[in-house]
């Protein structure tokens, strides 16, 4: 009988794939984000990238930042993490302790939803932002709230 396949990927590696790959969903032509949500079995619950809600026309609106909010992209995108909540099917009790793993860390608003939630921890790919009074919001949130936070560390490329 052979032996079985020991050189497999991680969990971590798995999860972000996903949430790679979830990203490449997105239309925003500069910044394309995923999410992946994870229980403590190893089981996926959710998935979201950045963009539109899905009642609009993805078509109709602005891809481009603008000082004009009417015709700025952050007005009608919603984000990967919050996305991957709203997808979920399930109670949202299921999500108390989940992993997200996600490309670019959580920005405030994110992280107030993904607190509210009840996600345990947060693995990011990209801290693209760190340092900015948003990124620092965003890590005081989960710093009080308990949620751990670290870098994704494996295949730049996942």
């Not at 190893?42 to 950045?50: A, D, E, K, T």
């Not at 099917?89 to 860390?105: H, I, P, Q």
């Amino acid at each position: 009988m052979p032996d079985k396949r020991n050189n497999v990927i991680s969990w971590d590696e798995f999860f972000m794939k996903v949430a790679v790959a979830a990203s490449q969903r997105s239309k925003d032509p500069n910044t394309q984000v995923g999410a992946c949500i994870a229980n403590t079995n190893h089981r996926i619950l959710s998935v979201g990238y950045n963009g539109t809600p899905s009642a609009l026309n993805d078509d109709d609106f602005p891809w481009g930042a603008s000082d004009d909010p009417l015709h700025d992209k952050h007005s009608y995108v919603v984000h990967a993490e919050a996305n991957a909540v709203l997808n979920y099917r399930g109670s949202l009790k299921d999500l108390e302790g989940a992993t997200v793993y996600v490309t670019l860390f959580p920005c405030q608003e994110c992280a107030k939803i993904l607190v509210q939630v009840g996600i345990g921890a947060v693995v990011y790919a990209d801290d693209k932002y760190k340092g900015t009074i948003g990124n620092q919001i965003s890590r005081r949130i989960f710093d009080d709230c308990g949620v751990t936070y670290r870098k994704f560390e494996g295949d730049d490329e996942a």
